[in-house]
Structure formats: C-alpha cells, structure tokens
C-alpha cells in the first residue's frame, strides 16, 4: 500500500506538470499568433492602431515590449504608420522602438504609409528615422511602388525628393512607372518619369 500512495503521489505530481506545460504552451501560442499581447491590461497593437498615446505611454512604463509583432509580422510602429498616427510614431520611437522594423512580407513602415497616401507621416518618416527609402521587401517592391500604384502622388514626390530610384524593378520586372501605366495613371507616370 505504501508503494501505491509514492506511485499516486508520483503520477499527481506528473500531471500537474503536465497541465503547467499544456498552460505554458498555451500562452506562448497566443503570443506567437500574436494575440493580445499586454502589459497590464493594454493591448499594444490597439494602442498603436488607434493612436491611443496614453495607453502606450502606460505600457512602456510597465515595462512592455515595444518590438512585440502580432500575427502578420506587425510591431506597434508599423501598425501606427499604416495608419497614419504620425505623434504616435514619435512617441514609439522615442521609446526605443525599431522605426525601420519588418513584417513578414519584408516591408517596413513607409510601405504602407505610401500605400495609404499619409502625407504629414511620409514625412516624418523621411526626416526622423534612417529608413532606407528604397528598401525593398521579399517581393522587390519598394514604397515608391506602392505609391505610384495607388497614385499618391504627394508621397510620390517626397520619396523622390528624398531620393527613392524610380528604376528599381520588382520581383516581377515592374517599375514605380510601370506599376502607374497599368492603373493608367498618366500624371503619375509622367511625375515618376520626369520628377515633376
């Protein structure tokens, strides 16, 4: 009897390591499928996406991970570019976050700024991070692209000012012009062609 309460004893304790692990690899599931990562009760990527800069300021100073990504490869200043929170993104990157970060299709945080058309963010960016204007992401595309094919054509200029080469080609062989004559884009082609 004696070696049965051990045995009982035993099987109790592996059990209740077993549902520790079966918890720890619940939540680090959740973190890596980028559920709501938090510290305290704020969702950063909430934060973020909504400009919400008191809750950001909280988080930071709980402590929270500003280079945390969600399930697509988004940090908190990638999703605050994208939409268009430009105080935010100074607020993030006074906090230490990685301005020039990826997502997991390459692309950094002028990508969808130019895909959006936030002028005031365009420039920010181009004057507060080194971010390389012609960065390329796994598809070769670059934000002039995105730009001109969305016909943006005010970010189109700051790029080009900021010297984005309108000659880079993508995965695919297209180019910002390119990209603009398929949408027929007419003033866009002639302003990437020409810079004017």
């Known amino acids: 009897m004696h070696t049965m309460r051990a045995t009982d004893s035993s099987e109790q304790q592996h059990g209740l ?3 520790w692990l079966a918890v720890l690899a619940s939540l680090l599931m959740m973190v890596m499928a980028g559920q709501a990562v938090a510290a305290g009760d704020i969702d950063i990527f909430d934060a973020a996406r909504d400009g919400d800069n008191a809750a950001i300021r909280e988080y930071v100073q709980q402590g929270g991970d500003l280079s945390v990504t969600n399930s697509r490869s988004y940090t908190p200043f990638i999703l605050a570019a994208y939409y268009g929170h430009t105080d935010t993104l ?3 990157k006074s906090a230490g976050a990685d301005a020039c970060a990826l997502d997991e299709k390459g692309s950094n945080a002028f990508m ?3 895909f959006r058309g936030f002028d005031e963010t365009a420039r920010w960016l181009i004057a ?3 971010c390389d204007v012609n960065h390329r992401n796994y598809s070769g595309q670059t934000a002039l692209m995105m730009a001109s094919l969305f016909g943006n054509e005010d970010i189109i200029k700051l790029l080009l000012q900021a010297g984005a080469d309108p000659s880079i080609q993508d995965a695919r062989g297209n180019t910002a012009q390119s990209l603009a004559a398929a949408q027929g884009l007419s003033r866009i ?3 990437v062609k020409f810079n004017m």
């Open 17 to 19: 390591g077993r549902r």
């Open 90 to 92: 100074a607020l993030l």
């Open 112 to 114: 969808g700024v130019a």
């Open 128 to 130: 507060n991070t080194d």
């Open 189 to 191: 082609v002639t302003l």
